[in-house]
């Protein structure tokens, strides 16, 4: 199948969105990974979180460059190349994984659009961001996965979508949500770029 979306950014950075049609064994014959990732493998029980992780460490190693992929996770949770200082970010869903990476902090998340987040709406959205993007499944999932893409990029935990996270414009023409990160003893704003693929939102965010 061939890559859903490709794009090559400054710094030094590349995204890549794949649809997911292949078998498990598809990827066991194109994944060249590291010993400790193939046990981190063999402990997901579930059929489609199998394929999904697959997926997601193939859209990983082209973005990589890697001959032979090896990540690993630092206290937080955040996965690093090893021997390679450019950060990454990865992301699946049901049908669609997605990978990043870059010579400066990134996050990409891609979601499935649907009426669950219909229900989490008030928890990570202020009412002023409801009116600036509306209430459709549409909008508030792209919310949701933009917030994920900036939750990523800075890689720590007890971040809080709705308090720390704000969006603050929608410039429908450049396919950008301005988001506003605010931190103990700073804050940054952030362009999150994303795109609508069939069923799915795909966001992403570099550190400028």
């Not at 794949?18 to 029980?45: C, G, V």
């Not at 460059?65 to 690093?80: C, E, I, Q």
């Not at 935990?157 to 720390?164: M, R």
């Amino acid at each position: 199948m061939p890559f859903a979306h490709t794009l090559a950014f400054e710094p030094a950075g590349e995204l890549v969105l794949w649809q997911i049609n292949e078998t498990p064994a598809w990827y066991f014959d194109n994944l060249s990974l590291s010993k400790a990732m193939w046990r981190e493998f063999h402990q997901i029980t579930a059929q489609s979180m199998r394929v999904q992780w697959l997926a997601s460490r193939f859209a990983l190693q082209q973005v990589a460059k890697a001959a032979d992929l090896d990540v690993h996770k630092d206290h937080f949770g955040k996965p690093h190349l090893v021997n390679d200082s450019r950060f990454i970010s990865i992301s699946h869903c049901q049908g669609y994984a997605a990978a990043i990476a870059a010579e400066a902090p990134v996050g990409v998340d891609v979601e499935v659009v649907s009426q669950r987040v219909q229900r989490i709406k008030d928890r990570f959205l202020s009412a002023n961001e409801q009116a600036l993007l509306g209430q459709t499944d549409a909008a508030l999932m792209l919310a949701w996965s933009a917030k994920e893409s900036v939750y990523k990029m800075h890689g720590e935990k007890k971040l809080l979508f709705k308090e720390q996270m704000v969006i603050e414009v929608q410039d429908l023409d450049a396919s950008q949500l301005h988001v506003r990160l605010l931190l103990p003893a700073t804050e940054q704003l952030l362009r999150v770029r994303y795109q609508f693929v069939n069923d799915c939102v795909l966001s992403w965010v570099v550190l400028d």
